[in-house]
Nanobody, 116 residues
Framework: QVQLVESGGGLVQPGGSLSLSCAAS????????MSWYRQAPGKQRELVAT???????DYADSVRGRSTISRDKDKNSLYLQMNILKPEDTAVYYC??????????WGQGTQVTVSS
């Protein structure tokens, strides 16, 4: 069974930083494209960052320069480091794996709240 479990969310002040983790089981994430998405209340889910099987990264314009997506092959985990957080970063953050034949697996999400 494929499972993705996000963690690391919480309440942070504007300008602060946090690190999100996505622990995967039942699938080897090192060979697949993995992404972080987020969804704020009343809004559509949006792509935040992506890392390909070859390690090529892409970021949404809203987080470019403030965020870093990475993976640890030994731990079979995906990470998202976010800095200089803004209130508009408040959302539930989800981890996704894109495997063969465009199959997708999602985690249940972790809440990030940026507020003073």
């Amino acid at each position: 069974q494929v499972q993705l479990v996000e963690s690391g969310g919480g309440l942070v002040q504007p300008g602060g930083s946090l690190s999100l983790s996505c622990a995967a089981s039942g699938i080897m994430i090192s060979i697949y494209t993995m992404s972080w998405y987020r969804q704020a209340p009343g809004k559509q889910r949006e792509l935040v960052a992506t890392i390909s099987g070859r390690g090529v990264t892409d970021y949404a314009d809203s987080v470019r320069g403030r965020s870093t997506i990475s993976r640890d092959k030994d731990k079979n985990s995906l990470y998202l480091q976010m800095n200089i957080l803004k209130p508009e970063d408040t959302a539930v953050y989800y981890c996704k794996v894109e495997s063969y034949r465009s199959r997708e697996y999602w985690g249940q999400g972790t809440q990030v709240t940026v507020s003073s």
